[in-house]
């Protein structure tokens, strides 16, 4: 009977121009008693969204990835299936957190003349001012909900300059309100994650200096996504394979590797939005 009399209600409050969501979410919150098992935001109704904000889901991370190339051996959504499978980590790490769906379309270069990735077919580049504009208006849209706090989670090294802009100018913004955003930049720091003294540590000098489609981008795909990756193409473009779109050597990659330094920007993560809450707990 509750859900006939939604019915005659939302036909009404269409008609009048009223959201339901404004009007009712409270009341129909109570309908939808049982929550999915899932954090993806995409993956529940509205519904089931309202409900999790009246269960205290106040976070909510907005992943950004991309299409880029990434060599011979790694698919051109690497960063993209990345970042979600360690955003879905994040969130249930945190216990009260939402994941909103992947932003795949970022910078990365100039499209005419082609530059940077562009120059490898099946990448797909966003102007930063474009970029930032995506990020801002899907973090004001959450904001709107009753969201209060939004996590920007980037798994690409041209995504941080613009996820920083966005939550700085936001949170300036939302100085008087109770929402706040956090450019979550310990993940993807490799110095500040630990992931770059771990390889140092285990012999693995080289890759400790950074690259694409090296050994450590290669081995956190094969944990993250393994059919992203092609073994029988790693190391043929040798090292440094220039035209091939490598930087570094894929060489001696493996998901046991790959799960590490996944963990490690992880766990860096948790760590940096921990800091963050207790110093908003204390203003």
């Known amino acids: 009977m509750k859900w006939i009399h939604f019915v005659v209600w939302a036909v009404a409050a269409v008609a009048s121009g009223i959201g339901p969501a404004v009007a009712e979410a409270p009341r129909l919150a109570e309908i939808a008693t049982a929550l999915p098992n899932t954090v993806f935001v995409a993956e529940m109704t509205w519904l089931e969204v309202a409900g999790a ?8 991370i907005i992943p950004t990835g991309g299409l880029e190339q990434g060599g011979p051996h790694l698919v051109t959504g690497k ?10 980590a994040l969130a249930r790490g945190l216990g009260d957190a939402l994941v909103a769906p992947v932003v795949v379309y970022v910078p990365e270069g100039a499209i005419e003349p082609p530059r940077g990735h562009m120059a490898f077919p099946g990448t797909v580049s966003l102007p930063e001012p474009v970029f930032r504009a995506v990020l801002e208006n899907i973090a004001r849209s959450f904001k ?3 969201f209060t706090e939004i ?14 802009q966005v939550s700085d100018s936001l949170n300036r913004e939302w100085a008087n309100t109770r929402a706040r955003v956090l450019h979550v930049s310990d993940y993807y720091d490799a110095e500040a994650n630990g992931q770059f003294a771990h390889l140092r540590r285990h012999g693995k000098g080289e890759a400790a200096k950074g690259g694409h489609a090296d050994m450590r981008d290669t081995s956190e795909l094969l944990a993250a996504f393994p059919q992203g990756v092609r073994p029988d193409m790693i190391g043929k473009a040798g090292v440094n394979g220039g035209a091939t779109g490598v930087m570094g050597d894929a060489t001696g990659a493996s998901a046991k590797l790959g799960q590490t330094m996944l963990e490690l920007k992880l766990t860096a993560a948790l760590a940096q939005v921990r ?5 908003q707990q204390k203003n």
């Open 53 to 60: 904000l009246r269960r205290g889901k106040r976070a909510v």
């Open 79 to 88: 960063h993209n299936y990345i970042v979600r499978h360690t955003a879905e």
């Open 144 to 146: 709107a909900h009753g």
């Open 151 to 164: 996590l920007l989670l980037g798994d690409s090294g041209g995504n941080q300059a613009g996820q920083r």
């Open 275 to 279: 800091r963050w809450r207790a110093r």
